[in-house]
């Protein structure tokens, strides 16, 4: 099957915003799919304790994620302006330079990773009988950073160049693999967390080996050794875009662990379901996550071309679809949402009517609040595609402390409860900056005749 390169400088913006996310969505409703088929297996089968120690592992985890994401993601941006500015020299260029930085980005997150995921956890005080289990996960993980970012480097590439669908492939691929392996690796072979963190990464390296195929098929990027050599001002300029949004995502993700940590003070029950709740934060987000991504796209091929109106018609039409997929997703969620975590969840009757408590209500917390979500995700890679992205990253600390002082304060006033209401703040105060950054950004640029340069 062919490669579908897409323009996304000409047509109606809803119709091109919309038809390059749906196959974005449903690959990450395969990628959310053996995520959840991971929890499920480990909760059903290994029990609440090790449900509770993927739990105890699931920001640090996503934090390395969320780095490798926005280096990948910021690369992305200027592959996508090269590209809908017809400079498929240059594009050549910024994707062998981002390969590069890539592999020597992955390396040094090995090592980070592995040098600090049992004393963070500890200073977490993840509870003692969860911990190896946590630091195991964590371990195997980090191993496989090289494999992450290969997948969502050359995914990236793909998608700059409009094409959602091959990732789409590469991800329903990566999904039945996950769930096979899950199987053969928990059940048959009996390597507990183990064998959950390795099916997860073998199927990443399918999915990145597919994607790698495809490319191989384009003319357009062929690379030559040439353009794998690093370029100092190029370099600089791909560094400019992807370091913020990779320090925005980790400082997410040290929110997040802070929550994790007054989390973990309230028991493993609590953490199982605070847990079982939190790996469907992914489904809630599906639709989000894909808008976001067809905006990068969107914007930065329109950026290329000098199309700046279309960029703002482009974000007006992806917040009115953004917003009634969140209300659909919310009200799904609250209709099913007891029915999904029971897929979660075993243990003494006791047990699982007190962890479907805590799990249900921090669900339907979520959901009402989804629509402040995705207008966070919209706006944010709006902003992104413009090539600021030193104004998201501001956004990010602002969620950072959001999140931290509801998670810190709130439980004083309410309770264990309070807890539940650290994310909906946090996209809320990101949201106040992202949407005034976007009005000053969207000006400037309708404002310079001769386009914008990157930041």
């Keep these: 099957m062919a490669v579908r390169i897409q323009s996304m400088a000409d047509g109606k913006p ?40 993927l739990g105890a592992a699931d920001w640090m985890n996503w934090m390395m994620l969320g780095i490798v994401q926005g280096f990948t993601q910021g690369f992305a941006i200027l592959m ?44 977490l005080q993840t509870p003692q009988d969860i911990l190896p289990g946590a630091l195991l996960y964590l371990r195997i993980m980090y191993l496989g950073i090289p494999i992450v970012m290969a997948y969502n480097l050359l995914a990236c590439v793909l998608r700059s160049l409009g094409d959602g669908k091959t990732p789409l492939q590469a991800m329903a691929v990566a999904s039945l693999t996950n769930i096979v392996l899950d199987v053969l690796f928990v059940m048959v072979f009996q390597w507990g967390i183990a064998g959950a963190a390795s099916a997860t990464l073998i199927a990443q390296l399918i999915s990145g080996l597919f994607c790698l195929y495809h490319i191989g098929k384009l003319d357009i990027l062929r690379l030559k050794r040439s353009n794998l050599r690093l370029q100092g001002q190029r370099a600089l300029q791909l560094l400019s875009l992807g370091f913020p949004m990779a320090f925005q995502n980790c400082i997410i993700a040290i929110g997040g662990m802070i929550v994790q940590f007054v989390v973990n003070t309230y028991g493993v029950l609590f953490i199982a379901g605070f847990t079982a709740s939190n790996k469907l934060y992914g489904v809630l987000e599906i639709a989000a996550t894909s808008y976001g991504y067809a905006m990068i796209t969107y914007v930065g091929q329109n950026l290329g071309a000098k199309q700046y109106q279309r960029i703002r018609q482009g974000v007006r039409s992806a917040l009115v679809i953004a917003l009634g997929t969140s209300v659909v997703i919310a009200a799904a969620m609250l209709l099913l949402g007891r029915v999904i975590l029971s897929g979660f969840i075993s243990g003494t009757p006791q047990e699982v009517a007190q962890t479907m408590d805590i799990a249900y209500f921090y669900l339907a917390v979520m959901s009402v609040s989804l629509p402040v979500l995705y207008v966070l995700h919209v706006m944010r890679s709006a902003i992104q595609g413009m090539g600021n992205t030193a104004l998201p990253m501001l956004s990010g600390m602002v969620e950072f402390i959001m999140r931290t002082a509801t998670a810190l304060c709130l439980p004083l006033a309410a309770g264990e409860i309070g807890i539940f209401f650290a994310e909906p703040a946090a996209w809320l105060g990101a949201d106040v900056v992202l949407v005034l950054s976007y009005i000053l950004v969207s000006r400037k640029i309708l404002r310079e005749d001769s386009g914008p340069a990157l930041q």
């Design 14 to 53: 809803t119709r091109l915003i919309f038809a390059f996310a749906l196959p974005l969505m449903v690959g990450n409703v395969f990628q959310q799919l053996y995520t959840v088929v991971d929890t499920m297996v480990v909760g059903k089968y290994l029990g609440v304790s090790a449900l509770a120690a």
């Design 80 to 123: 996508a302006r090269e590209f809908g500015a017809g400079e498929y020299g240059r594009l050549r260029d910024v994707i062998g330079n981002s390969a590069v930085l890539s592999a020597l980005f992955s390396l040094l997150l090995v090592g980070l990773g592995q040098a600090t995921a049992r004393p963070v956890l500890l200073l």
